[in-house]
């Protein structure tokens, strides 16, 4: 079983739509949880950090149930420029200071005109 | 916001060759990390330091080795690449400020032929 596990999609939706992610992960002591987004061909990028209240920052609300090691990313009103590939990803600890993250395989999200 | 630089952003090396991957970063960081990312296995950690001279193998390290001289600079060595070795690579750092994510630089695609 994967640490971190993602639906892969693809996710095609209409612009102006509502599109949830869902990520479950395996290890229960992990730390600290992650949003990333990564566009095609280019690194990936601190979208948010995930909160078990909740949070939100604008169009994008990240969701963190401990108890059913579930993380989700919800985005609404979608633009095109909201077309990537989405990360969830998680911190174990590891090794002395050193924080590991573990990342899912992504969910590619494709909005359409 | 921490900079990463990694010196190339596409290598193509012949089978057998030593290959030098270099990553700076400029906030004085402890934590590094190398990565590399393949269709359908997402982001997988090949190493990392958390101090110079210091480094930990992470979960696919065969084939590679790591250099720590100075704090700002981490090099993934490619001992003598071969063709599966041939990806995209990825450093990173923990970033600042609340969120405290990682920061990517932005990535060697490396082919090796």
């Known amino acids: 079983r994967k640490e971190v596990e993602q639906d892969p999609g693809p996710f095609n939706v209409p612009e102006g739509a509502t599109v949830a992610f869902n990520c479950t992960y395996s290890?229960?002591?992990?730390?600290?949880f992650f949003w990333y987004r990564q566009d095609c061909r280019k690194e990936p990028k601190l979208l948010m950090s995930?909160?078990?209240s909740g949070n939100e920052d604008g169009r994008f609300t990240a969701q963190l149930n401990r108890a059913s090691q579930y993380i989700s990313l919800l985005i609404r009103d979608s633009k095109l420029s909201d077309s990537a590939t989405y990360l969830c990803?998680?911190?174990?600890?590891?090794?002395?200071?050193?924080?590991?993250?573990?990342f899912g395989s992504g969910t590619q999200l494709t909005v359409l005109p | 916001d921490v900079k990463v630089t990694q010196s190339s952003r596409y290598l193509v090396k012949r089978t057998g060759e030593k290959v030098f991957l270099e990553c700076v970063q400029d906030?004085?960081?402890?934590?590094m990390f190398w990565y590399r990312q393949d269709p359908g296995l997402g982001l997988r950690l090949i190493y990392f330091?958390?101090?110079?001279?210091?480094?930990e193998k992470g979960d696919i390290p065969e084939g590679y080795s790591v250099s720590r001289e100075k704090k700002e600079r981490f090099s993934l060595i490619l001992e003598s690449a071969s063709t599966n070795q041939t990806s995209m690579y990825l450093c990173?750092?923990?970033?600042?400020?609340?969120?405290?994510?990682?920061?990517f630089g932005s990535g060697t695609r490396l082919t090796v032929v």
């Open positions: 990803v998680v911190t174990s600890p590891y090794s002395g200071s050193a924080r590991q993250l573990t």
């Open positions: 290890n229960s002591a992990s730390q600290s």
């Open positions: 995930v909160y078990s």
């Open positions: 906030m004085d960081h402890e934590n």
């Open positions: 330091s958390y101090d110079v001279k210091m480094k």
């Open positions: 990173a750092t923990p970033g600042t400020g609340r969120n405290y994510g990682y920061t």
